[in-house]
Every structure is written in structure tokens, then in C-alpha cells.
């Protein structure tokens, strides 16, 4: 059995993925790439130079960990580099979604403080976590995927200066589509609550408390395993 017939119904979920980000205008022109990992050694890949509303199943890719082609016709896209950087550092990363999101690409560009650093509600704050500030680089280069060294072991959502938004989950690609779309909700209520009048956090207290919701959802912490102990102590300056 081929890959293709294989795992048919993963690249049937990739495909509408793909679709929705460009539905949702969170991917113009040919921006935009995804990836996930099926097998220790197997990933599904975006090709490159293709709007993602125009991606069809078999234009897909099959890449191993090296990078090189195992089955499609076309070329992978050209962020190989990031993505093999993430699926190195991190084992425990299932799926990845690199796009351009209108109001967290606002973000990516603002000289303001970064919100997504701070706990605003309880669904973003224990399904996503913390979002830091990658620094700008050159897209396409291996400079690009080393400069999420800093920040890869400990979050799982990045907001590429100048640039864009990764996000990554344990979960598969849709999974990590919902987390791209909860993200940018939450985005758009910063610019909303900013203009109303300022920003209202959750409290230490509140955080802790949603430990609870992360247990009885068996929701893992963000970041590699074991590097982060607490939920509270992602967003506050305490002993983990």
C-alpha cells in the first residue's frame, strides 16, 4: 500500500486545513506552510510556491527527517529548515502550523507590548499558553529555524517578528488549526479591549485554579515535557 492510500484520511483532514486557513484569509498567495508528523520518520508537508485554497491531496508531500522527498510530485516548501528544526528539538510535536493570521501579524509589527504573554482567558491560557516574540530572520534560512532555539522547549506558540505565527500541539493538524483560530479571537479582543480602555488579566489565583481544567482535561503543559512545572509559573514570576 502506497502512503498516499495509507493515510488517506490524514491527507483528506490536511487538505481541508489547508483550505480553511485560506478561507479564514489567514494565508495569502503562497504564504503560509503546515506539516505533520505520521510516523517517527514521515511527514506531511505543504508544497511550496501554493496558495493553500488551491492545495489538492495530491499535491501534498511526503519528506523524511533529513529533508529529503519520499513521495509527491512537487517540491516541499522551502521552510524544510524550521520544520525539521521543530521535529528535532521537539519529539514530542505531532503537528505544525506556520501562518499569517491579520490581527497577530498586527502584532508581529507592533512596537507595543506583547498581551499574548499574559493570561486573558481560560481556553487560551490552557490550551495555548504563553506566545513570545521569535526575532526577525531571514525566511527560507536556517538562521530563521535557530532562532526559535531560546524559546522551543519551553512554548508552543511563537509569533515570528516581523513575520507571522507558528503554532504546534501534541494534537493532529486540526487540532492545531483550532489552537491558531482560538489565538487569533483572542488577538482580536486585545485590539477591541486596548480601545475600550485597557486590558484585564487573570490574577495569580485564577491561573493556579485553572490547573484544575488542564487535569480534568488531561491537557498537558505547554513545552517540551518536564520543562515546565506549573501553569501559574509560565505566567508569573514564582518557583515552578
Known amino acids: 500500500m502506497n ?3 495509507k493515510y488517506a484520511q490524514q491527507v483528506e483532514m490536511f487538505t481541508r486545513v489547508c483550505h480553511r486557513l485560506a478561507q479564514n484569509m489567514f494565508v495569502t498567495g503562497y504564504g503560509g506552510n503546515l506539516a505533520w508528523k505520521l510516523e517517527e520518520n514521515l511527514i506531511l508537508i505543504t508544497p511550496t510556491q501554493m496558495n493553500k485554497g488551491s492545495i489538492q491531496p495530491d499535491d501534498l508531500v511526503f519528506i523524511d527527517l533529513a529533508g529529503r522527498v519520499v513521495d509527491g510530485k512537487r517540491r516541499p516548501t522551502g521552510e524544510c529548515p524550521m520544520y525539521l528544526k521543530f521535529f528535532s528539538d521537539r519529539p514530542d510535536i505531532v503537528s505544525v502550523i506556520h501562518c499569517h493570521p491579520p490581527v497577530i ?13 499574559r493570561p486573558l482567558f481560560p481556553e487560551t491560557t490552557t490550551e495555548i499558553g504563553p506566545v513570545p516574540v521569535v526575532p526577525y530572520a531571514e525566511p527560507l534560512t536556517q538562521e530563521l529555524a535557530d532562532n526559535f532555539s531560546p524559546y522551543l522547549q519551553k512554548y508552543n506558540s511563537f509569533i515570528m517578528e516581523n513575520h507571522g505565527l507558528v503554532t504546534m500541539s501534541r494534537g493532529d493538524i486540526e487540532w492545531t488549526l483550532l489552537n491558531v483560530e482560538v489565538l487569533e ?3 482580536q479582543s486585545i485590539v477591541a479591549a486596548l480601545q475600550l480602555g ?7 489565583e485564577a491561573v493556579k485554579r485553572l490547573g484544575n481544567v488542564m487535569r480534568a482535561r488531561s491537557l498537558p503543559l505547554f513545552g517540551a515535557p518536564g520543562v515546565n512545572q506549573t501553569l501559574e509559573g509560565m505566567y508569573f514570576d514564582v518557583e515552578q
Open 198 to 204: 485597557g486590558v484585564k488579566e487573570l490574577d495569580f
Open 3 to 5: 502512503l498516499r492510500s
Open 105 to 117: 501579524c498586527g502584532m508581529a509589527i507592533s512596537k507595543g507590548k506583547n498581551w499574548l504573554m
Open 185 to 187: 479571537s483572542t488577538a
